[in-house]
């Protein structure tokens, strides 16, 4: 590596930015991911860097796949994910943590405590103490970037994978970072020739028995190192209250408890023994603050301490300084500011609620809006188009985990259920897990409608490519794999491809598709997410206030750019149809249901 | 310098530029030499439904969200949404509000109704007295681009911020694709003029 003199400027960046920055300091050579709020920008921004090969993995197990055979080739390596894509790389992960690494490899699994874009709050650092690897847990962006290059010598030094654990208020705030400009030129190496290691790598049985006594011994190691580790520091101030705290919460802590003793944690696994009870001691009152589980407060415990936790804290949802200071008050705790019982003045008017909404132009609209209108039963997927289960469409019956659309709607349908059932699936999701869904559908004599949904990206998350796409993350052109290829090499003999903006057509496909028995049937929905480079504009359309009599068809299709007219309809009474202009993409849908002909294109 | 934390809180519609507006404000404290720290939300909440993102400036700055009934400045670039967060303003604080509704699901498809103008700063003013009503978007839309409302907004709280306007300046050039810088100038100034600063 080649340094010129650098010279510290402070920029804000976003956790997620900052873990990036930290991997690229660190050397990492190759970083895969699979999108997933709150971790989705952190391969964007690692892929800017030279000498970085950054890209999206078709889903999160082959994300660590891949880094762990680079990790085993010698490459420092970064694997990114959300909360619940762990579970889906879980398999590998386990028994990774007996191979241990090559060079170093850090897993980033960016939690989502508040569930903003998840199915679930799961708290993670269980995998830490379920797979015995360390885990990480940084508190602001400089942190996230501090902590990312330390990973990686953990990694190394220790042998281990190790778990960055950033929460949505870490990856998604902004703080001031310390970067160093101008940054290091990096010189590309070659690799040297791979280390042959099979007792090592291959977890064969016998081999895998033998690297059990290594775990328990690193585990043991660690715990030893986490007394002393650096990011394990106590804080002593006023000694009648000591309080441990970790993440997000221990920024919520230090304003509540300003004054008090601290010990906050960057390491959340293995907890260091010596340390907590030496900072107990010390203080009259002990008192953690974490959110989710009471991970740091049940370790606590075992060591025989006395401790406020979760009794005051809540264990669901996120913190805030709010929470805090309540959970503080009720615990007696002689705080500054305990939070009075004064409530605020209360608005008195009824506030409508703004919950998310397709877009307008969204190709997932006519889908729903005809599900609705033929009374199906619905099994969806992890994606925009859950807003399917949102009114107008309420149009959904079961949603779980990525892929599981095919799977419950087959179950439901072997088990004698009498309904018809269509799984709705999005193309980044088909791809993610649905292939194994729907292979299993077709192999099982399976009688499932799937409709996948092809909007050209992965919507939900900011628009990434995907293998549908041809384009890699680091904008190289690949090849698109062909959707309604792969279901016709399957032996769909009942396929479909129809035009997400034809709502005759799709729900004539709908009809045909419902009515096959005894076998399965696909139906591919092609339309372009509005975000995407290949969306078109149309000109936009008006609804005419002579003709349209108020009858709120139109409505039903859910589009954010139809309002309501102050006008009423001389007959029905109820409002007409009004087209916002600025947020109209002239996609026709609701147009094509007016029954009166009242909306026409410009 | 005025170390104490100041909160700001922004919230509006997914769309309307919400986060590059308050990424804007916590840059320039950075800039005019603050510790600053700024939070928002991601994904599925985005589409279409409320957005909101939290700025702190301080000597210090702890957590990246302000606690509720503490906001210093609420800035809400559409009505109800100004409604929706009164209550984290605290009391006196101010609230710059744009003049636009957008309706929400709720009320174009359900028996929700969306309140008057008058109701909705009848409910803000019961909170604090400083509540100002800017025509962000009108005066958008006279300088020929109506995404450039939120520019208008950060003019107004530029005003009431003791911050030198270069640093706004400097910012949002750094902030904006070069094609439309000046007229994000021109925006932040008329902005500026709207409750009178320089």
Not at chain 1, 21 to 35: F, I, N, Q, S
Request: hydrophobic share 40%; aromatic share 6%.
């Amino acid at each position: 590596m080649k340094s010129t003199k650098p010279s510290a400027v402070r920029r804000l960046l976003s956790g997620n930015e900052a873990i990036a920055l930290g991997a690229w300091e660190a050397g990492v050579r190759y970083a895969a991911a699979y999108p997933g709020t709150p971790s989705t920008e952190i391969l964007p921004a690692l892929a800017q860097y030279a000498g970085v090969r950054a890209e999206w993995a078709a889903n999160e197990k082959v994300a660590l796949d891949a880094a762990v055979g680079a990790s085993f080739a010698g490459a420092r390596a970064l694997a990114v994910m959300k909360h619940v894509g762990v579970n889906v790389a879980s398999d590998s992960l386990m028994t990774l943590s007996y191979t241990g690494v090559g060079a170093g490899l850090v897993l980033v699994s960016a939690d989502d405590p508040g569930a903003f874009s998840s199915q679930n709050e799961q708290d993670n650092r269980h995998y830490a103490r379920f797979g015995k690897f360390p885990c990480l847990e940084p508190a602001d962006s400089q942190e996230a970037k501090d902590f990312t290059r330390f990973a990686f010598e953990l990694s190394e030094q220790f042998d281990t994978p190790v778990m960055l654990r950033p929460t949505t208020r870490i990856s998604h705030s902004k703080g001031a970072v310390e970067v160093r400009m101008p940054a290091e030129v990096r010189e590309s190496s070659p690799l040297p020739p791979f280390e042959r290691k099979p007792r090592k790598y291959v977890m064969i049985p016998a081999y895998a028995r033998l690297r059990h006594p290594e775990v328990e011994a690193r585990l043991r190691a660690l715990g030893e190192y986490a007394e002393n580790c650096s990011l394990n520091r106590p804080a002593w101030g006023d000694r009648r209250i000591g309080v441990i705290s970790n993440g997000v919460a221990y920024q919520y802590a230090r304003e509540v408890f300003t004054g008090f003793s601290f010990l906050k944690l960057g390491m959340t696994y293995p907890l260091p023994a010596g340390l907590i009870r030496d900072f107990a001691s010390q203080v009259e009152t002990l008192v953690v603050v974490e959110e989710l589980d009471p991970f740091i407060e049940e370790y606590v415990r075992t060591l025989g301490l006395e401790v406020i936790g979760k009794g005051f804290f809540p264990a669901t949802g996120e913190l805030s300084l709010a929470l805090v200071r309540q959970g503080a008050t009720q615990a007696g705790l002689p705080i500054q500011h305990p939070t009075s019982n004064l409530q605020p003045p209360t608005s008195s008017i009824a506030i409508p609620p703004r919950p998310p909404a397709l877009c307008p132009g969204c190709p997932h609209r006519s889908v729903y809006f005809n599900l609705r209108k033929l009374k199906l039963l619905v099994a969806g997927d992890i994606g925009c188009y859950a807003i399917g289960v949102l009114p107008p469409f309420d149009e959904m019956d079961m949603l779980i985990s990525m892929g599981a659309s095919i799977g419950m709607a087959h179950g439901a349908r072997q088990a004698g259920c009498p309904e018809k059932i269509v799984a709705t699936i999005g193309d980044s999701t088909f791809f993610h897990a649905g292939l194994p869904e729907l292979a299993n559908t077709i192999y099982n004599r399976g009688v499932v409608c799937t409709m996948i949904l092809d909007n050209g990206t992965t919507a939900m998350t900011g628009g990434q490519d995907n293998p549908a796409t041809g384009v890699t993350l680091q904008g190289e052109t690949t090849q698109a794999i062909d959707i309604e290829s792969i279901v016709r090499a399957m032996g769909v003999e009942h396929l479909w491809v129809v035009d997400a903006l034809d709502v005759k057509g799709i729900e004539q496909a709908l009809k045909e598709a419902i009515a096959v028995e005894g076998q399965p049937t696909v139906i591919v929905v092609n339309g372009a997410c509005v975000f995407t480079p290949h969306f078109r504009r149309r000109p936009v359309v008006v609804a005419d206030p002579q003709v349209c009599n108020g009858c709120g068809f139109c409505f039903r299709v859910g589009c954010p750019a139809i309002l309501k007219s102050d006008e009423v309809g001389a007959k029905t009474k109820r409002p007409k149809a009004l087209i916002d202009p600025l947020l109209c993409t002239g996609c026709t849908v609701c147009l094509q249901v007016c029954p009166r002909k009242a909306i026409y294109q410009r | 310098m005025n170390k104490k934390t100041t909160n700001f809180l922004f919230v509006g519609v997914g769309g309307q530029g919400v986060l590059t507006a308050s990424d804007i404000v916590a840059e320039v404290g950075l800039e005019a030499g603050y510790d600053a720290k700024k939070s928002e939300v991601h994904g599925f909440s985005q589409r279409g439904g409320g957005v909101e993102s939290h700025v702190r400036w301080g000597e210090e700055v702890a957590a990246p969200l302000a606690e509720k009934g503490t906001v210093d400045y609420l800035i809400a670039t559409e009505l109800l949404e100004a409604a929706r967060w009164i209550e984290w303003a605290r009391p006196g604080g101010a609230v710059l509000i744009n003049h636009q509704r957008i309706l929400p699901m709720s009320v174009t498809v359900g028996d929700a109704v969306y309140p008057s103008d008058e109701d909705i700063l009848a409910a803000v003013r019961a909170r604090t007295d400083d509540v100002l009503v800017v025509e962000g978007l009108a005066t958008a839309e006279r300088l020929g681009n109506p995404r450039l409302a939120n520019t208008v907004l950060l003019g107004v709280l530029s005003t009431r911020l003791d911050v030198p306007v270069d640093a706004w300046l400097t910012v949002i050039e750094r902030r904006v694709p070069p094609r439309h810088v000046e007229k994000n100038h021109q925006a932040f100034q008329e902005g500026r003029r709207i409750t009178g600063g320089d």
